[in-house]
């Protein structure tokens, strides 16, 4: 927990209270009575923060202090006061001063606590069931057994150790999970580190804050330098595939021959390279016939067709939800399968790299990959025992395969002291913003498929970059933390309509990338600005969605935008259209809008060019021996649709190539 004086706790207290303040009501009595502090959310919220980097622990005890600061109510509420001190409407009035700020530091400041704060406040329900639930429709957990629990028993060593293997596998993902599958089958003895817990059966409770905050990096509060975008990244054995939302599409054909053509990674456009594909979507199971589409989706389809556009069924990674309740329960499946049946790396290579005699290491951070005169000799990582004290581990292994995630595979590489002019360098997001509607008759966002419908036809609006459409599910907690706040009795309004709304996400497939660096204490900082030409196409497709929503029958559209922008479809269609062609001027910088990324590619990209790519096409680091990555980092572009198959083609090419090569390798390294 973050540690702050009494006085910079009670500020934060006052602004979570005044995101979530409490009023009186004689309908929904228990609802509108509801404020942050009645949830502990600034307690909740010091917890998060405190397990931030020292940056960004630093910068909130700052705003902190200064809310504490008697010119905050004279220069944004033009009453002289500490924050706290300064009554309801004055209060509002400053985080709405903030909100639209010219400066991003408080716009920045507005959405860390604003975000946090609602997320908290709507989604929180250790303790049974939250307040708000009732009168938002929303029926909480779903009363299911559990499946079956992976056949995966993680290590729990209690003292310092050190641990021998043929390869130690960083991260068990799309990419890490099908190297460790493949390797060990292989008869390699694999060990498998993962950042984060093991999380199975009744532990998947389907609690939305508790999940995020338990499977997600960072606590599901991890955002770039500027916290213009939030980084959705899992953080769990399985990692992403445990949580993700279960799409499985192949890498279009036209990504395939950039990387051909304009990288130098041959294999891409090879049949070896398609087979691979295959083969991992067969062994998670992919297929269309367990899509069935929710209110949610089906408004998606509808509309598309009503404006004659085609809309595809999408592949999932799911085998026998539509037996049990036609996939109504799917919907809590990004909170993790509780039933069993999403067939992420958890429930597929890794239960089979277990089964071969894979051994797996949980809840422990790797800190540096081990090198010895140009050889990687292993990795030096930190977990803790039973009575929670710090256990170093040394695991030696003549090959080191690093599937961290496009943020924290650079990371661990920069603190490992390796360099490259384009390490952490070119790093994708598939930029993402929703768009939301109230439609006339319940949606229930929550309940189904979390997206079976997917329209593409943006995807190629100018040359191969472009957009695509998909819908998210949509949790309470998730609700508060997405729509616009202007007041709190508007935000709890809208919130009271969420059972009727349909949110549709616009996906780009960005041109332009990012950065990963680290700090002084080796921690990943992601440095990410959406580019003039990627802005272009995300307001083409908020613009598609619009329309879309529209001719699904919709009745007001909620854009993504920090002023509430909301747009009635029985207005005139000359208001319309000027709304419509104002909406590039509405400002589009960090923290003016809600702008997030499930899909973290790039940043150790795979190619011919030595100069350009940090990986050589068979995924071995250049310069140094012994080290390979496998995973969404490869990418030289990004996918351009949901990654997850992308990312386990490109580490299947990744672990054959080290099949190959084990026999001769290993008696390199013996002689």
């Known amino acids: 927990m973050l540690k702050v004086s009494e006085n910079q706790f009670k500020a934060l207290e006052a602004v979570c209270d005044t995101f979530v303040r409490a009023r009186t009501s004689s309908t929904d009595p228990e609802y509108w009575s509801l404020k942050a502090s009645d949830l502990k959310v600034a307690e909740e919220i010091l917890v998060i923060i405190g397990g931030l980097t020292a940056t960004e622990r630093k910068e909130f005890q700052q705003l902190l202090s200064l809310l504490e600061n008697p010119l905050v109510g004279l220069v944004w509420g033009r009453s002289w006061g500490r924050f706290r001190q300064l009554n309801p409407a004055v209060q509002e009035r400053v985080l709405r001063c903030w909100s639209g700020s010219r400066f991003n530091l408080f716009r920045k400041a507005f959405q860390s606590v604003k975000r946090l704060t609602t997320f908290l406040s709507y989604g929180s329900s250790e303790d049974g069931m939250n307040p708000s639930w009732k009168a938002m429709g929303y029926p909480g957990p779903l009363d299911l057994p559990p499946g079956p629990i992976p056949k995966i028993r993680p290590l729990t060593p209690q003292v310092d150790m050190e641990f021998s293997c043929d390869v130690v596998v960083v991260g068990s993902g799309a990419g890490g999970g099908v190297v460790a599958g493949m390797l060990a089958e292989a008869g390699q003895h694999v060990i498998v580190i993962e950042k984060g817990p093991f999380v199975s059966g009744k532990g998947w409770n389907q609690r939305e804050t508790e999940m995020v905050r338990k499977t997600y990096d960072g606590q599901g509060a991890l955002v770039t330098k500027d916290a213009g975008v939030t980084v959705l990244a899992g953080s769990c054995l399985g990692g992403g595939t445990a949580v993700n939302w279960t799409g499985s599409f192949p890498t279009p054909d036209y990504v395939l021959d950039e990387w051909d053509r304009d990288h130098g990674f041959s294999a891409a456009s090879s049949q070896d390279y398609a087979d691979g594909l295959a083969t991992v979507m067969s062994a998670i199971h992919a297929n269309p016939e367990n899509s069935p589409h929710n209110p949610q989706n089906a408004a998606l389809v509808r509309g598309s067709e009503q404006l004659g556009q085609d809309v595809g069924v999408i592949h999932r990674n799911v085998d026998g939800c539509r037996d049990a309740d036609d996939c109504r329960a799917c919907g809590y499946c990004g909170l993790g399968c509780r039933r069993g049946t999403k067939r992420s790396t958890t429930r597929t290579w890794l239960q089979r790299a277990s089964a071969a005699g894979a051994q797996f290491l949980v809840n422990t951070e790797v800190s540096r990959v081990a090198i010895q005169r140009g050889v990687a000799t292993g990795v030096i990582a930190t977990t803790h025992n039973a009575a929670g004290q710090p256990i170093q581990l040394w695991v030696r292994a003549p090959r080191v395969v690093v599937a961290a995630g496009s943020v924290q595979t650079p990371a661990l590489l920069l603190r490992s002291g390796l360099q490259h002019p384009h390490l952490g360098r070119n790093l994708f ?56 706040w202007i007041s709190p009795e508007q935000h709890k309004n809208d919130l009271l309509r969420v059972r009727n709304m349909a949110s549709f996400i616009v996906l780009t497939r960005d041109r332009h990338g990012g950065q990963v660096t680290v700090d002084k204490q080796g921690r990943a900082r992601i440095d990410y600005r959406l580019h003039d030409f990627d802005r272009g196409n995300m307001l083409a497709g ?130």
């Not at 207005?571 to 499930?598: D, I, V």
């Not at 250049?622 to 969404?632: E, I, M, P, Q």
Request: net charge positive; glycine share 10%; aromatic share 10%.
């Open 542 to 671: 908020i613009r598609s969605a619009w329309a879309i929503h529209v001719a699904a029958g919709a009745q007001e559209v909620i854009f993504p935008h920090n002023r509430r922008k909301i747009l009635s479809t029985d207005r005139p269609q000359a208001e319309t259209s000027a709304f419509l062609n104002e909406m590039p001027n509405w400002g589009w910088k960090p923290n003016q809008f809600s702008l997030f990324t499930a899909h973290q590619m790039g940043t150790c990209a795979m190619g011919g060019d030595a100069a350009r790519h940090p990986v050589d096409p068979s995924g071995a680091w250049r310069g140094l021996k012994g080290l390979y990555v496998a995973d969404g980092s490869l990418m030289p572009t990004c996918a351009g649709i949901n990654p997850m198959i992308s990312i386990m083609g490109l580490a299947h090419w990744v672990a054959r190539g080290l099949l190959v090569s084990a026999p001769e390798r290993q008696a390199a390294i013996r002689s």
């Open 429 to 484: 997001f598939h930029p993402t913003v929703a768009v939301s509607a109230f439609y006339g008759q319940p949606i229930e966002p929550w309940l189904g498929v979390m997206m079976s419908g997917v329209n593409k036809t943006g995807t190629r609006r100018e040359g191969n970059f472009g957009y695509w459409i998909e819908t998210p599910p949509l949790h309470t907690g998730m609700a508060g933390y997405a729509l616009p």
